[in-house]
């Protein structure tokens, strides 16, 4: 198993800024990926950060909006820039470990809420 | 494009009763299923992980079970307690996708 650490697990941030989510894995692993769950909804793939090289982005995300960083294997980090009320989410990262199967992993989550 | 179909929406069941929560996916060809529980405003923990080569798997009062072809999961949760309250998410896996979530199913055990 892998034990995701993420942080802030919470905030409360005016419209117009930026906000980065921190997300550290306690093993190394090739693909982390990031989500969003607005309210009342299922989970969302923003994109998947591989270390060493661009982030990839699901439709409907752009990295302007949403860059990430995968500095080493064992960390990443989201930005939610230029906050809008919409962006009002939990954000998730979650890594799969193949050992035993690719079964996925998930941080504790962050919930935001932009005034 | 994979969908994953999860029913009830919402359940509110006694403490103690045995339930089945229900998870329907459209393309049979998956790489595994996975269960998750989701505490609100919190992150997903993972409950148990099917390979498309298994039947089900348990863990305590939990027992899933995997119907490949006709595009089926169950999740069991024997003897309801009220810690059980949460919303339980499906997740299918196939190749190198992303993996595809239902919309969750809300528990709710009184006490």
């Known amino acids: 198993s892998a034990v995701i650490s993420q942080k802030p697990s919470r905030d409360i941030c005016q419209r117009g800024t930026s906000l980065t989510i921190q997300c550290q894995v306690d093993?190394?692993?090739?693909?982390m990926f990031w989500y969003r769950q607005q309210p009342g909804q299922s989970l969302t793939l923003i994109a998947t950060?591989?270390?060493?090289?661009?982030?990839?982005?699901e439709s409907g995300f752009v990295i302007d909006k949403f860059p990430i960083s995968r500095p080493n294997l064992t960390f990443s980090t989201l930005t939610v820039s230029n906050m809008s009320p919409e962006d009002s989410s939990i954000y998730l990262c979650?890594?799969?470990?193949?050992?035993?199967?690719?079964?996925?992993?998930f941080g504790q989550g962050t919930r935001l809420t932009v005034v | 494009k994979q969908e994953v179909t999860q029913i009830p929406a919402a359940l509110s069941v006694p403490e103690g009763e045995n339930l089945v929560l229900n998870c329907s996916f459209t393309?049979?060809?998956?790489?595994?299923l996975q269960w998750f529980r989701q505490d609100p405003g919190k992150g997903l923990t993972s409950l148990l992980l099917?390979?498309?080569?298994?039947r089900e798997q348990t863990s305590g009062r939990l027992n899933a079970s995997l119907d490949k072809s006709s595009g089926r999961s169950t999740l069991y949760i024997a003897a309801s307690q009220p810690g059980d309250s949460a919303t339980y998410l499906c997740?299918?896996?196939?190749?190198?996708?992303?993996?595809?979530f239902g919309k969750g199913t809300r528990l709710s055990v009184i006490a």
């Open positions: 979650s890594v799969e470990s193949l050992g035993g199967g690719t079964e996925a992993f």
């Open positions: 099917i390979q498309s080569s298994q």
């Open positions: 997740a299918v896996k196939s190749g190198n996708t992303p993996l595809v």
């Open positions: 093993s190394q692993v090739t693909m």
């Open positions: 950060a591989n270390q060493g090289s661009e982030a990839t982005y």
């Open positions: 393309d049979s060809a998956i790489y595994n």
